[in-house]
């Protein structure tokens, strides 16, 4: 077969059965291949930046590597912001990226891909040779699902049309669950444990697969739970679950991590996010559980680090204090679970009087989280909103939120989405990202959307301009005009481009817009454009 076949049936053979991209010269023969010699999926962007973010997307609900395709040189400028996003998230996916020939040198498309690539903190991997077809591949996802990072397959124009003499070869994962059976280290843990008043477990995206068990180890030492934002999901229906640890922490969680006295981490980082900007690590002794040694004490000291797989440490912890008879903690009081209940029932009455013709955000944000299906895939964009919606919209699993934080830049979420979306086959995905983040990038993805009929709501957090510029200016008591954008209506355009949409500038059109947009016999996507007032959306604040 031709390379271009190969690299299609290699693709396929690696058990990719989803792709995204965007064609071009050097990627446009495996594409086709992939989907009518393989029968692939695939799904077309109209800007690769939006093709990776899908792969991004894919990845963080499915938990599989996500794979998406670019041709060459601006093809793989156009993605650089995408893939340094995937990286700060510590994300496994596989980009296919064509490459100029090597012989041309004034060739108008013609860059230092493996120079870019690399300046992002993505993997590049090249196709050696037509014959190292599987060999190179497999190498690129390997390094992907190892590395937790994005890895870019570069191939060679001039390699398309030539021969290949293809064999399949198996793609092999190494076995990396483990759990300390005994140590200085775990004998350390457990001493600290024992002897902890009031400890918080902390779980992180890198828990998922360990819910269950964490969930046995916090009951069994009656500490009660709370997640880094990645594990938002994690521990739904413990009445002990004090939610996102960190910078959008509500007061109770605040207080009972604040006013703790060990913190026992699984599977997160203890980022500065999620340590408060160290509010919230402030004079306590600290457990990490991580799979990966290179994580423990990353970002945050610990007293002892333990390298295992969450679940199976969790599950060794709680046989170690069986054996020892050491007590609970006692720190799961009722006071405790009576102020955490008290808390979902007083943020529903938080009456606020926004400006004329604009819905107040947390009214926004409850109200999504009320009417929208319980079952759902929460994207969520970057901008001042999420202060307020990250902590009051709920999900129900691991794997159900999706941020795009990783480097703090707007207009990742309508791509990412996407992705998702694909990989929730068919439950309903929720998207909320501001008016700038949609007009920066991907508002051209609708049509996309659309074409696909996504079950996919976008809520566009309306504040007319860019909301955390805003904040600055009138933290420096100066007019806040030059942050300010008279946007066209995002509804009409929604609708020109093939979805639905509505405009909503009170909660009673809110709640109508949900109500159709969550229609049972809807298809396709549907955007809220909801008008929200700047001046009333707040930033967030470190825990003192």
């Given at each position: 077969?031709?390379?271009?076949?190969?690299?299609?049936?290699?693709?396929?053979?690696?058990?990719?059965?989803?792709?995204?991209?965007?064609?071009?010269d050097a990627n446009l023969f495996m594409v086709n291949s992939y989907i009518n010699d393989c029968g692939g999926k695939y799904l077309?962007?109209?800007?690769?930046?939006?093709?990776?973010?899908?792969?991004?997307?894919?990845?963080?609900?499915?938990?599989?590597?996500?794979?998406?395709?670019?041709?060459?040189?601006?093809?793989?400028?156009?993605?650089?912001?995408?893939?340094?996003?995937?990286?700060?998230?510590?994300?496994?996916?596989?980009?296919?990226?064509?490459?100029?020939?090597?012989?041309?040198?004034?060739?108008?498309?013609?860059?230092?891909?493996?120079?870019?690539?690399?300046?992002?903190?993505?993997?590049?991997?090249?196709?050696?040779?037509?014959?190292?077809?599987?060999?190179?591949?497999?190498?690129?996802?390997?390094?992907?699902?190892?590395?937790?990072?994005?890895?870019?397959?570069?191939?060679?124009?001039?390699?398309?049309?030539?021969?290949?003499?293809?064999?399949?070869?198996?793609?092999?994962?190494?076995e990396a669950r483990s759990a300390i059976a005994s140590s200085a280290d775990m004998d350390e843990a457990i001493g600290i444990i024992?002897?902890?008043?009031?400890?918080?477990?902390?779980?992180?995206?890198?828990?998922?697969?360990?819910?269950?068990?964490?969930?046995?180890?916090?009951?069994?030492?009656?500490?009660?739970?709370?997640?880094?934002?990645?594990?938002?999901?994690?521990?739904?229906?413990?009445?002990?679950?004090?939610?996102?640890?960190?910078?959008?922490?509500?007061?109770?969680?605040?207080?009972?991590?604040?006013?703790?006295?060990?913190?026992?981490?699984?599977?997160?980082?203890?980022?500065?996010?999620?340590?408060?900007?160290?509010?919230?690590?402030?004079?306590?002794?600290?457990?990490?559980?991580?799979?990966?040694?290179?994580?423990?004490?990353?970002?945050?000291?610990?007293?002892?680090?333990?390298?295992?797989?969450?679940?199976?440490?969790?599950?060794?912890?709680?046989?170690?204090?069986?054996?020892?008879?050491?007590?609970?903690?006692?720190?799961?009081?009722?006071?405790?679970?009576?102020?955490?209940?008290?808390?979902?029932?007083?943020?529903?009455?938080?009456?606020?009087?926004?400006?004329?013709?604009?819905?107040?955000?947390?009214?926004?944000?409850?109200?999504?989280?009320?009417?929208?299906?319980?079952?759902?895939?929460?994207?969520?964009?970057?901008?001042?909103?999420?202060?307020?919606?990250?902590?009051?919209?709920?999900?129900?699993?691991?794997?159900?939120?999706?941020?795009?934080?990783?480097?703090?830049?707007?207009?990742?979420?309508?791509?990412?989405?996407?992705?998702?979306?694909?990989?929730?086959?068919?439950?309903?995905?929720?998207?909320?990202?501001?008016?700038?983040?949609?007009?920066?990038?991907?508002?051209?993805?609708?049509?996309?959307?659309?074409?696909?009929?996504?079950?996919?709501?976008?809520?566009?957090?309306?504040?007319?301009?860019?909301?955390?510029?805003?904040?600055?200016?009138?933290?420096?008591?100066?007019?806040?005009?030059?942050?300010?954008?008279?946007?066209?209506?995002?509804?009409?355009?929604?609708?020109?481009?093939?979805?639905?949409?509505?405009?909503?500038?009170?909660?009673?059109?809110?709640?109508?817009?949900?109500?159709?947009?969550?229609?049972?016999?809807?298809?396709?996507?549907?955007?809220?454009?909801?008008?929200?007032?700047?001046?009333?959306?707040?930033?967030?604040?470190?825990?003192?």
């Amino acid at each position: 077969m031709k390379v271009h076949q190969a690299i299609a049936r290699a693709l396929f053979d690696t058990g990719t059965a989803q792709l995204y991209g965007l064609i071009g010269d050097a990627n446009l023969f495996m594409v086709n291949s992939y989907i009518n010699d393989c029968g692939g999926k695939y799904l077309g962007a109209t800007h690769e930046a939006a093709a990776v973010l899908m792969a991004l997307g894919h990845a963080r609900v499915s938990g599989a590597t996500g794979v998406a395709t670019v041709t060459h040189g601006p093809a793989l400028t156009n993605a650089l912001t995408a893939l340094v996003e995937g990286v700060k998230a510590a994300t496994s996916i596989v980009l296919l990226a064509g490459d100029t020939p090597g012989e041309d040198r004034e060739h108008a498309q013609s860059v230092d891909q493996r120079a870019l690539v690399l300046a992002t903190g993505a993997g590049f991997e090249p196709l050696r040779s037509p014959q190292t077809v599987a060999e190179d591949l497999n190498r690129a996802f390997y390094r992907a699902r190892t590395e937790h990072r994005p890895i870019v397959f570069n191939m060679p124009l001039e390699f398309q049309w030539q021969e290949a003499d293809y064999q399949k070869l198996p793609l092999r994962f190494p076995e990396a669950r483990s759990a300390i059976a005994s140590s200085a280290d775990m004998d350390e843990a457990i001493g600290i444990i024992a002897s902890a008043r009031r400890p918080v477990v902390v779980a992180g995206r890198g828990a998922v697969d360990g819910e269950a068990a964490i969930q046995r180890f916090a009951e069994r030492i009656e500490a009660p739970v709370a997640t880094s934002l990645r594990g938002k999901g994690l521990f739904a229906d413990d009445p002990f679950n004090l939610g996102i640890c960190g910078t959008v922490s509500h007061a109770v969680a605040l207080d009972a991590i604040g006013s703790s006295d060990c913190l026992i981490a699984f599977g997160a980082s203890l980022n500065k996010y999620t340590a408060g900007l160290g509010g919230l690590i402030r004079g306590k002794r600290i457990i990490q559980v991580n799979p990966l040694a290179s994580q423990i004490g990353r970002f945050t000291p610990v007293t002892v680090g333990l390298v295992g797989d969450p679940g199976l440490t969790a599950d060794a912890m709680v046989e170690w204090l069986d054996k020892a008879e050491i007590p609970g903690s006692g720190a799961r009081t009722d006071d405790l679970r009576a102020q955490i209940a008290a808390h979902k029932a007083r943020r529903r009455q938080m009456p606020r009087t926004p400006a004329a013709g604009t819905v107040d955000l947390f009214e926004l944000a409850q109200t999504v989280d009320q009417m929208f299906p319980r079952d759902r895939v929460y994207v969520s964009g970057t901008g001042r909103f999420i202060r307020v919606c990250w902590p009051e919209i709920a999900v129900q699993g691991g794997r159900d939120f999706v941020d795009t934080i990783g480097c703090a830049a707007i207009g990742l979420g309508l791509g990412t989405a996407m992705g998702a979306a694909v990989a929730a086959g068919g439950r309903p995905t929720l998207l909320v990202l501001g008016d700038g983040g949609l007009m920066l990038g991907g508002l051209s993805e609708l049509a996309t959307a659309a074409r696909e009929q996504l079950n996919l709501v976008v809520v566009v957090c309306n504040d007319g301009g860019y909301g955390a510029e805003y904040v600055q200016f009138l933290d420096k008591d100066m007019d806040p005009a030059l942050s300010l954008n008279h946007w066209a209506g995002f509804a009409p355009v929604a609708q020109a481009l093939g979805c639905d949409g509505r405009s909503v500038t009170n909660t009673d059109e809110l709640r109508a817009a949900l109500q159709a947009a969550t229609a049972a016999d809807r298809q396709g996507p549907f955007l809220i454009d909801v008008k929200i007032d700047p001046a009333m959306t707040p930033y967030y604040q470190s825990p003192k």
